[in-house]
């Protein structure tokens, strides 16, 4: 039983941190008050990139490759939202259908009809010393590759970095009260590009680590709404670090569980495994709705 729930947690980890990092990157976007859609387009372009990246320069190359087709989707999304003040919604959601055929198209022309062998180096797991050895938990946490103990950190450097510092508290301001924020010297404009440029970079790194920790290859449309879910795990975790942290882990958690039920051979149709996530994200919401309160000024870029 115990050997079941380790690898049921790491599994659990395992799944959580593309949703994780790509959502402690939404959290800094719409604290600034931008909400960005083409997340799900982002972790698209940086998965391929991961691809691209590793296939010449290794697992590192891969990342950083991942991380540059990132923030190039975001700074597209910045140019119509916060410069040309184009609606949020129907830029996102334009840029995600054009992160699709462009990657789904590059991908063809690259690889052709076979697409790409599981042959591009991986990112594998690396057990911490003496902490891999705690019982029971001890594997799922820390015997995981390292862009899972880089989503760890992440997590504190982002809750100090957001309540600690006066940087962190003008992010704030200008997703509250962009007036105000204003008035006190600060430039909504590129707080908010600055705030699309970090979280282009995590869904970027989110899209690499399904590719170079996760699959060994990319797919065409691999990112299969998660882009989507880690903008619903942000509305879970209240826009705050710790609590976007321990709902993208509620959300690996639910895929790992479809792991677990498809391997105990239920007789069900597979499907019903696979929508566990997305049932569970709509459950959740209408669970919070009315009891969370978003950013006043979410979505509302025209004051910039």
């Known amino acids: 039983m115990s050997a079941l729930f380790t690898a049921f947690l790491a599994s659990a980890i395992r799944t959580a941190t593309p949703l994780g990092l790509a959502a402690l990157g939404e959290v800094v976007v719409e604290r600034a008050g931008v909400i960005n859609i083409s997340l799900e387009g982002v972790i698209l372009c940086g998965a391929f990139g991961a691809l691209i990246g590793s296939t010449h320069a290794g697992v590192i190359g891969g ?10 989707m975001a700074s597209l999304f910045a140019w119509f939202v916060v410069r040309l003040r184009a609606d949020q919604i129907v830029t996102g959601t334009a840029l995600t259908i054009l992160a699709t055929g462009v990657t789904g198209t590059l991908y063809r022309a690259l690889y052709g009809a076979a697409g790409a062998a599981l042959s591009i180096p ?3 797991p690396r057990a911490v010393p003496g902490l891999s050895l705690i019982p029971v938990v001890g594997v ?3 015997d995981q590759p390292a862009v899972t103990y880089a989503f760890y950190l992440s997590i504190f450097l982002l809750w100090w970095w957001m309540y600690r510092t006066l940087p962190g508290l003008g992010l ?9 924020a204003r008035a ?3 430039r909504i404009a590129r707080v908010r590009t600055l705030s699309l440029l970090f979280g282009g970079a995590m869904g970027g790194l989110a899209g690499g680590t399904l590719v170079l920790a996760q699959a060994g290859t990319f797919a065409e449309g691999m990112s299969a709404g998660r882009g989507f879910i880690a903008i619903a795990i942000v509305v879970l975790g209240r826009w705050h670090p710790v609590g976007v942290a321990l709902a993208a882990l509620v959300f690996g958690a639910a895929s790992a569980v479809q792991y677990l ?6 007789g069900l149709p597979y499907q019903i495994f696979l929508a566990l996530p997305y049932v569970l994200t709509l459950f959740a919401l209408a669970g919070v709705a009315g009891r969370t309160r978003a950013p006043a000024a979410l979505a509302k870029v025209d004051d910039a």
Not at 63 to 72: N, T
């Open 261 to 266: 039920l498809q391997a105990a051979g239920l």
């Open 122 to 124: 991986t990112s594998r």
């Open 63 to 72: 990342f950083l490759s991942a991380i540059v087709c990132g923030v190039a």
């Open 184 to 186: 006190a010297g600060i």
């Open 140 to 142: 799922g946490f820390f």
């Open 172 to 180: 704030r301001a200008v997703g509250e009260s962009p007036g105000a």
